[in-house]
């Protein structure tokens, strides 16, 4: 899965198990790939003061000390163009926070560090108006299953065995009791488990380089089109379920 958005949702998940909970889940504050990170709260003070914390944990007792009461990871569940979703920032993302009637939300900035080879990581709370009620997710089980039997099988025509592969993977991480922990319920779990298995978007190599060319070579250009969109569409709401709904 995009690190970024991977990176997203277990700060999410992190987020609503603390507010429901009370815990604090070490192991999703966790990152190989972040060396640091920058919360930046919206402003509560008159002359404009910004408070900013530097760990995860500082972050969650700020936000329950606010008021908090539920978080939703959102992204969009449809796509103009995949090409930039190799680069930083290139997928947009973000966590909407619940404070009983009013709602906010944090906006992610990845900046690389050459020096580490890691990246510094900074999350910025904006007020938005919250206008309508929160968002509901639906189970998309039955749809992402048929989904990756249709992708899986262009795959083998296509005869790209490594995305055959992973696309088989995903159906497995649907179809089977997972037996490692998760703070999620079983739906939710197989469900994101899935969805990290079948994103295979990206730059050179990915699906949505070989997999186009070769499309284009055997005729099958639309095809290779219309099941990219659906899946990319049934990855974020898979993602958007697993995350958002337990």
């Not at 103009?80 to 680069?87: A, G, M, N, V």
């Not at 990581?121 to 007020?127: D, K, M, N, Y």
């Not at 703070?183 to 990206?202: D, I, M, N, T």
Request: glycine letters at 4%.
């Amino acid at each position: 899965m995009n690190i970024e958005l991977l990176d997203m949702c277990r700060l999410t998940i992190l987020a609503k198990s603390y507010v429901k909970n009370g815990k604090f889940v070490s192991q999703l504050a966790a990152s190989a790939t972040v060396d640091r990170r920058l919360f930046q709260f919206a402003s509560e003070e008159k002359d404009g003061t910004v408070c900013e914390t530097t760990t995860c944990e500082e972050w969650l007792a700020e936000l329950s000390h606010r008021g908090a009461t539920d978080f939703k990871l959102i992204m969009p569940d449809e796509l103009d163009s995949f090409e930039k979703l190799d680069r930083a920032n290139g997928l947009p993302c973000c966590i909407i926070c619940f404070y009983g009637n009013r709602a906010t939300v944090w906006n992610k900035l990845w900046i690389y560090d050459p020096s580490t080879g890691k990246w510094h990581v900074r999350l910025t709370e904006s007020t938005i108006d919250r206008t309508h009620e929160k968002p509901v997710f639906h189970d998309v089980t039955e749809n992402m299953t048929a989904l990756l039997e249709r992708i899986r099988q262009l795959s083998r025509t296509l005869r790209l065995s490594e995305f055959s592969f992973r696309f088989t993977a995903a159906l497995k991480a649907l179809q089977t009791d997972l037996v490692e922990p998760s703070v999620l319920a079983p739906a939710q779990h197989r469900l994101f488990r899935a969805a990290s298995e079948a994103y295979v978007f990206g730059g050179k190599g990915s699906w949505t380089d070989t997999a186009k060319t070769a499309a284009e070579g055997k005729d099958l250009a639309d095809e290779y089109v219309f099941l990219t969109k659906e899946l990319y569409r049934g990855i974020a709401l898979s993602v958007m379920f697993a995350v958002n709904e337990w």
